[in-house]
């Protein structure tokens, strides 16, 4: 094989192919801006593209679609079941988005999204505590009333049925967990004389509880209200000598006894109604006189306030009535959910020398240190027409 000729190309031809200098700058600045534009270009395609995925599927179509994301589920399967249900257009470009812009991290539940929604709007939603499982409703509960009002009150908010409220604060396996449960409870409520086990320990108070709440949850949250509030008298309780259930059925009795006005104790002292209640069943019951209050005759018969007492209504025997020929000195239990400045006026009552005290028809009350006292009053509410 004969050698091939080497090409002879002069050295200085070559070099003059090459730009240099001037013509080298323009070179490179042409090189540089055709990469830019293609930057740029690229660039804006990509943020439209991006912009378009991350956009409303259909922004006119607000209808409503559960979505539920499961236990254990990633990002991954989120987004793919999104795109399923097509309220998302792209799985994998928002997967771009959501690794260059992190989220907080996406909770179980079932929640309401719409095709409206951006994608923005969407993982806020999921990433918040708004699933239907976390919806809440408000739960108000008035002092003073009894567990079967609170019983319809709960039913009707929480859409349950009334008797089965009624069963579950009955129930002994239930009752059983919250005396093991909580300090305050304990097995006084199980004593088979008591209308319901439950009256007096549901706090009266505005609640905010998921809707999806069992029965048994509900009454323990308003359970444990009252231990929230109790708490802090704690010492006090244990230094009055009477158990929490006996100080309840007493704030319960005060609660329905007395107003929210105040009373002159005497050396320019006053004190609430509540508490000066409170030192007239105290005074009695060192004395080992009944307390003789109507308001317990009234449960115990099944009454209204509203209704009419007939004398064999307030004679008869019976572990609530304090009129009655067997009264007890105190009730057997709570006759209504006492509000907290009840229970502490039943915890710490002033110091007074009444033993007696009446109502007229507006509701304000008159004290006497005894029965000729007592009396005087009552005839003076009748001779100005404010007997009730």
Not at 100 to 120: A, C, F, H, R, W
Not at 177 to 204: A, C, H, M, S
Not at 338 to 356: G, Q, R
Request: charged share 25%; hydrophobic share 35%.
């Amino acid at each position: 094989m004969k050698d091939k000729k080497p090409i002879d190309v002069p050295v200085d031809k070559i070099m003059d192919k090459i730009p240099t200098g001037e013509k080298m700058d323009k070179w490179g600045v042409k090189v540089i801006g055709v990469t830019v534009i293609i930057i740029v270009f690229a660039v804006i395609v990509f943020a439209g593209v991006m912009a378009n995925a991350l956009a409303p599927v259909n922004k006119s179509d607000t209808s409503r679609v559960e979505f539920k994301v499961e236990s254990g589920w990633g990002s991954s399967t989120v987004l793919q079941k999104l795109e399923e249900q097509k309220l998302i257009k792209n799985a994998f470009l928002v997967k771009i988005y959501l690794k260059m812009n992190p989220q907080d991290n996406i909770k179980e539940g079932t929640y309401v999204l719409s095709p409206s929604m951006s994608v923005d709007e969407i993982f806020d939603i999921l990433s918040s505590n708004s699933s239907k499982e976390n919806e809440t409703i408000n739960l108000k509960l008035i002092e003073g009333k009894r567990f079967d009002t609170y019983a319809e009150v709960i039913a009707n908010t929480m859409n349950y049925n009334k008797e089965d409220v009624i069963a579950k604060s009955k129930d002994k396996e239930f009752l059983d967990k919250e005396i093991k449960k909580y300090w305050f409870v304990t097995d006084e409520i199980l004593n088979k004389d008591l209308y319901n086990p439950l009256e007096g320990y549901i706090f009266p108070d505005t609640y905010n509880i998921r809707k999806t709440a069992t029965i048994e949850e509900v009454l323990d949250i308003l359970i444990n209200e009252t231990g929230k509030k109790i708490e802090p008298y704690k010492d006090d309780i244990s230094k009055s000598g009477k158990s929490v259930h006996a100080l309840l059925s007493l704030a319960s009795v005060i609660e329905l006894e007395a107003g929210t006005g105040s009373v002159d104790i005497g050396d320019n002292k006053s004190a609430s109604e509540r508490e000066v209640v409170s030192s007239v069943f105290y005074n009695r019951l060192n004395k080992n006189i009944k307390l003789g209050s109507d308001v317990t005759t009234y449960y115990a018969v099944h009454k209204t306030l509203q209704e009419p007492l007939t004398q064999q209504d307030l004679d008869s025997c019976n572990p609530y009535n304090t009129r009655g020929n067997c009264a007890p000195q105190i009730p057997v239990g709570p006759i209504c959910s006492p509000s907290l400045s009840s229970i502490t006026a039943a915890i710490n009552p002033v110091e007074s020398k009444y033993y007696y005290f009446v109502a007229d028809k507006n509701g304000k009350l008159y004290f006497a240190e005894d029965e000729y006292g007592h009396q005087k009053n009552i005839s003076y509410l009748k001779s100005h027409d404010l007997w009730g």
